[in-house]
């Protein structure tokens, strides 16, 4: 088993002291691949992801995972005993926020309506190379008909989604779920993968807050309280993969470290700088 992320910058502050040490502890071999060429949208991901599949046996099983606001927290073994429950599904993480159309709910209700996370995350998702591979390459551009044919969205709609989203890889894979529902399983109870998402009406309305007096905004100050609280209510046999994605979370989990205030076991697991590097693949 793998652990693969893609990134253009290797210096980044949360993939050197969250990713890449909590990789290290537990044993997980992690590839960064490492693109060279300017980042211009999130399906650069999906693409460099394809080169690199196509390079291993297509029973090997893959954890992707974004690089910037991720860490493990538990062994490739438990990883892959969740997983295993799926049989052969792609597992997805899932979070409580409808991203990033929030229409999307209404096609979310015909599949899934239980739970609070219940829609799909691309930041975390785990699965054998061939049944990714054959998702990526049967659905070149994203599958928005999808939308009109199951869904009954109008054609102006999914011309606007289209035109709006085509940078995003949450996008791409949202369709693909909504389409292959059979193929895809989104981790709904949160067993492997936590999504520790801020909601976005509440992000949307404070934003500004944040961008003009940062760890004195009551947003952050409101999230970082949050985020010590369900960090404490975690163990080792309770999650695998955390993600904490927006940029308000990315400085609450950097001030959790540098600041020595996760839970004493998490401490333990991004404190022990156990020997070993990632490999780093560049693609152009």
Aim: charged content about 20%.
């Amino acid at each position: 088993m793998k652990v693969v992320t893609v990134a253009t910058d290797l210096d980044n502050f949360n993939l050197k002291n969250l990713l890449i040490p909590s990789c290290n502890f537990f044993g997980y071999e992690l590839i960064i691949l490492n693109l060279l060429s300017t980042w211009d949208s999130h399906r650069m991901k999906d693409l460099a992801l394809i080169a690199y599949l196509e390079t291993l046996k297509e029973d090997e099983i893959i954890l992707f995972t974004d690089a910037y606001d991720t860490f493990l927290l538990n062994t490739p073994e438990s990883s892959l005993k969740k997983w295993s429950k799926y049989k052969d599904s792609l597992l997805f993480s899932a979070e409580a926020n409808c991203w990033p159309e929030q229409e999307f709910a209404s096609a979310y209700n015909q599949i899934n309506h239980h739970g609070k996370f219940r829609f799909l995350n691309s930041g975390g998702y785990i699965g054998s190379v061939s049944t990714i591979l054959k998702l990526l390459k049967t659905f070149k551009t994203p599958p928005s008909w999808i939308l009109r044919s199951k869904y009954d969205f109008s054609t102006r709609f999914i011309e606007n989604c289209d035109k709006r989203y085509f940078w995003s890889n949450q996008y791409y894979w949202s369709l693909i779920y909504l389409s292959q529902e059979n193929s895809i399983v989104l981790d709904k109870n949160s067993e492997l993968f936590k999504c520790f998402g801020t909601p976005v009406a509440y992000f949307r309305k404070h934003r500004k807050d944040y961008l003009n007096n940062g760890i004195h905004s009551g947003i952050y100050q409101k999230e970082l309280g949050r985020i010590k609280i369900e960090l404490d209510s975690l163990d080792e046999s309770t999650i695998g993969h955390v993600h904490f994605n927006n940029p308000i979370l990315k400085h609450v989990f950097q001030t959790l470290f540098e600041e020595g205030l996760f839970p004493n076991w998490i401490i333990n697991v991004l404190s022990k700088r156990v020997v070993g590097q990632p490999q780093i693949i560049e693609i152009d």
